[in-house]
């Protein structure tokens, strides 16, 4: 057999020869079809972080990710979506703080927030500011709680939603979150008196903390979001997808578009979130058993 004729059957056979199919790289789904949902309408904070990491995220680990906005009875019909889905990172959905409250209000969810979810990571959260007019007489949270506590019908206030963070420590106090206020405090059509977060805010310097403000036994309540997939996905692939948030979370380009919405970017372990969501649905349920709240 000639030299020629030897190649040109090696070839042959190589083209014809059965090839492996690549495998995906850790926490990226065989089928490359991601989902992440979004638990409430499109347009809010949540629907905006969603798919800013989406965006980033789908190019990261190859993968083509849809955005589903699945609003209904206070983020469980999304969320349940997602406690159903397979286990094994496809399908992720985006959560407040509010989602671990939900078992304290809720005596029939169809899912368990620890065990049908794997947290992922935390993405950062906005902070909760106590606000008056400023028709109101105080300046201060001294002079705030002694006219409260002097008010013969007491006062009013508001928040965003049933068990929402502004709600919790509107039982505590009165509160909204900073970003549906900052504009209006720096256009002094409210005043901003203290906030419920550990620490400042570089959106408003100047406005204390509670516990320096003088109030040392209530605890931090903020507005903070995460990422959850099902629970059960293999560790290396929720591992995968916390590591390439968290290089999302870096980029300068995605921290102006958060920032430019008050959003104090945050990252970091599975673990920290995981016990973030503990020591909150502790919290926060012992909130709502004290001031008997209930969902509508």
Do not use: C
């Not at 980033?56 to 999304?78: M, Q």
């Not at 009013?156 to 900073?178: C, K, V």
Request: proline share 8%.
């Amino acid at each position: 057999m000639s030299l020629k004729r030897v190649l040109i059957l090696g070839v042959i056979a190589l083209s014809t020869a059965p090839t492996l199919a690549q495998a995906p790289a850790p926490g990226v789904p065989a089928s490359k079809q991601m989902r992440f949902i979004v638990p409430f309408p499109a347009g809010g904070t949540l629907d905006v972080l969603a798919r800013t990491v989406s965006n980033e995220l789908g190019p990261a680990l190859g993968a083509t990710i849809v955005v589903e906005n699945r609003p209904g009875a206070s983020g469980v019909l999304g969320a349940d979506v997602v406690a159903r889905a397979p286990a094994d990172g496809s399908t992720l959905v985006i959560v407040s703080n509010t989602f671990v409250t939900l078992p304290a209000m809720l005596n029939n969810l169809p899912f368990d927030i620890f065990k049908n979810f794997a947290p992922v990571v935390e993405l950062g959260g906005t902070p909760t500011l106590l606000t008056v007019h400023p028709s109101f007489p105080a300046r201060d949270l001294r002079q705030f709680i002694d006219f409260a506590k002097n008010a013969k019908d007491g006062i009013n206030y508001n928040s965003p939603g049933i068990a929402s963070p502004p709600h919790l420590a509107g039982e505590l106090l009165s509160m909204a979150p900073l970003n549906a206020v900052l504009q209006f405090v720096n256009d002094r059509k409210l005043y901003g008196i203290a906030l419920t977060d550990a620490a400042r805010t570089k959106y408003l310097p100047e406005v204390p903390t509670l516990r320096e403000a003088g109030i040392t036994n209530m605890p931090s309540v903020t507005s903070w979001f995460a990422v959850l997939t099902t629970g059960g996905t293999p560790s290396e692939a929720v591992a995968r997808l916390n590591e390439e948030i968290n290089k999302i979370l870096r980029d300068p380009k995605v921290q102006e578009r958060l920032e430019s919405q008050t959003f104090e970017i945050k990252g970091g372990s599975v673990e920290e979130i995981a016990k973030r969501m503990r020591e909150d649905a502790a919290t926060n349920a012992k909130i709502v058993a004290e001031a008997n709240i209930r969902a509508n």
